[in-house]
């Protein structure tokens, strides 16, 4: 892109200095900045990108787009537009050869189930042969190579970077999450989802938004901005899945088990070892457990034929389908299951995903079985689900442990200290600040009969504290537990 063609796409209100010998890279963070590079001040919740054009320019920015004019910046040219944060999506995407525009893009919202929602479609479109690629929680895909994932949704330079690579190597498709923050943020602005789902909305990330009206509007933005030709997939015995939908352009397919929809599902058997499901005229049996999941993997499955796929080779393909790592995943030492107690982990960090997990792992309970849930709660996040999540947890759990989660810059007992005021006065409740300590007690006191919900963490291999990431995998320590308890003694079979 020449600088004539940049401030023709940029529209701007005014352009100051002359023309720089060469146009660089876009970069929203000056620190990354190197010389002939484009800077893109942008306003944020706790800093502001303006405040950072000095350090840019230090750096060898030849551009700075800014909403302000500037003065005293040297040979750098300045773009002055109404909205950096409006703009910076369509130019990182212009200055990469508008990648998402050679992509059919599916795009996954809601409060829970958008990671598994998401890996099951590139899980079926990859057993299916097709190029595929996943920008997820967990992480990324460039196709079947692997990538880490930061964010949910990632900035908007880094998506038009990763999408072309996905371009070079040959993908067609793309699934990816897209967080309300992204949505409110801009971060996905003139991206083309030809599919979108939305899953549920609960109680999250309310620190962040401040009311669930506020919350629910910045999932709508992904269905707003549809296109005729798309399809919208929700979930609409949540009781905004049909107000999610009902400005869009796209076509809609609604998702119910409860009542009369566009698509009608039912269970027909569930377990442990997964769930049948009836769709219309279809079977499918995923080895996900539990009625949410049951919503994910319908969702999927309709994701795909909206993309083009015959609906029973899908269905078979699902039921082959792990879905995402840390979502109800069963941690075991050896594959005699019979001799251990059930050891599940799961991401729930939620009110509604901690309620989920606890009540399917509850009904799923035999008559001499016990549930025993461990939980704690992020730091520096909402902290009104604190108590919420202790009323969950003594709702489903006949044992309670409440450890630490990822504290970040809060003090873990501080944390602790709100979970426990939910509780009622004469519910017996365990707790413990070393979450490798907990995990370890807990399943070396189990009986065999015991069922242990580890929630909060899943996927993650890390716990924060203070700033620091330090390595930590609840599934790792939940193994090694088990083979400790394995070579003690003898077995545990007494009840709770």
Known sequence: ?????????????????????????????????????????????????????????????SVVISEKPLKNIGNTAVIVVDDTRALVSPLAQKLMGNPAEKLTITGVTGTNGKTTVATLIWQALTELGQPASLLGTVEKRFNKRKGESALTTADPIEIARDMKRMVDIGSKFLVMEVSSHALEQQRTSGIPFYVSIFTNLSHDHLDYHGSMEKYAAAKKKLFDQMNPDGWAIANVDDPRGEWITSDTAARVLG?????????????????????????????????????????????????????????????????????AAGRMERVNRTKKLEQEPVVIVDYAHTPDALKNVSRTLSELKKTNQNLVIVFGCGGDRDKAKRPEMAKIAETYGDRIVVTSDNPRTEKPEAIIKDILKGFNSDTEVYSNLDRKETIRKVISEASINDIILIAGKGHETYQEINGVRNHFDDREIARKALAERASGPSENTGGN
């Open 255 to 323: 998702i119910s088990f409860e009542k009369h929809s566009t698509v009608h599902a039912n269970i027909v058997r569930a377990d442990t070892k997964g769930t049948q499901i009836d769709i219309e005229d279809l079977q499918l049996r995923t080895p996900l457990i539990g009625i949410f999941n049951a919503y994910n993997a319908v969702q999927a499955l309709l994701a795909c034929t909206a993309l083009g796929f015959d609906g029973n080779h899908i269905a078979d393909v699902l039921s082959h389908c792990p879905g």
């Open 1 to 61: 892109m020449t600088f004539k063609e940049l401030i023709i796409f940029c529209d701007p209100s005014t352009v100051l200095g002359s023309a720089p010998d060469e146009i660089g890279m876009l970069c929203q963070d000056s620190r990354k900045v190197s010389p002939g590079d484009i800077f893109i001040a942008i306003k944020g919740l706790t800093s502001d990108g303006h405040k950072f054009i000095d350090a840019a320019v230090e750096n060898g920015a």
